[in-house]
């Protein structure tokens, strides 16, 4: 196996819950030694956070999946012994995770300036709900209300739910992970240059908003650009686009963009359309109804129709892509205990980035840290 890019890199990572600590999971994944700094009274607070009733060990599988390949060094942030502590581990680091709410990491007396006066060698990345100066600073920085406040559940439904639909999984907190690792990595090269570290900030209002790029031409455009004729005009049926989930007789299949023409061809065997247009669609989406999913998705593919079958988890896993990909690894903690996880999707030279080593425990690599660093109490 190559070196790793990070190898021979220390992040100390003060964050929680999600958006943070999957920064330091990829950081770790590129080969950086990650050291969790925790509360000593109950550690990570994702590690009681349970999105289903499984737990590993004492903590959430969810913990387990987002911070293996990790250390553990476990302190009490408001007591000045144990800040002297991290002081002197931040002296030896090359990177710093925070998402605290804005002015806490400061009270703790270690924010950017602060951290910067021990090392100004650092790349300190510091993540928040809103952004330090906004009006909205002080209030929880949770996944769903990121959701509401940018209207992405309006983007996420059906014809059968008039209203709104959360996603179903935590896209603020992995996209504005993600954006902290681009800038920090970013900042390290930089840094190689110049010698300077570097404060980079993210927000999850920003990262939710970025990553909703492709609808904003839908709401700016209209006053810069023109428009297509309207349905019913001439010339429209080649513009009329179908793109989304359909029920068929059994399950659903997702139709990927294409003009309606084009789908009615490949249906001409089963259906006969004079016109194009809303009745038209409907009468092909009645025509789903009549066959499986699989079904359409052979024929259709066959077609050039570029369509999909809606699966679900166990099928997922009996896909040959799925298995080529080799997503899966086995991660362990020093007691034994194991756990299937997502292993990183990033290869380098054709090699995955794999690691078995699990989440740690509370505090669990004190004696390894304080020792290493002549750390005394």
Known sequence: MMPRPLEGLLVL????????PYAGLRLADLGARVIKIERLDGGD?????????????GDSTLFHSINRNKESYAVDLKSETDRCKVRKLLSHADMMVQ???PGVIEK???GYEEVKAINPRLIYGSISGYGGNSPL??????DLLLQALTGLPWLHRDKSRRGPIPFGLAIADMITGAHLVQGMLAALVRRSIQGNGALVEVNMLASTLDVMQEIWEEKWMPDQGSSLPAEGAEGSASIRWLKGLYPTAGGYIALGDMPLHTLAQALAPHITLDTLGEAAAARMEELLTTRPAHYWSVELQKAGIPCEELLDWKQLLQEEAFSELRMT??????????MTAISCPIRLNGHRLLS???APRIGEHNAVVESEWNITR
């Open 108 to 110: 703790l007396g270690f």
């Open 45 to 57: 607070l994702c590690r009681r956070l349970y999105i289903s009733n499984l737990e590993l060990d």
């Open 137 to 142: 600073r002080d209030r929880p920085g949770q």
């Open 13 to 20: 990572d003060f964050s929680q819950f999600l958006s943070g």
């Open 329 to 338: 690894q086995d991660i362990y903690r020093s007691n034994g205990a194991r």
């Open 356 to 358: 078995s080593r699990g």
């Open 99 to 101: 998402n605290f709410r």
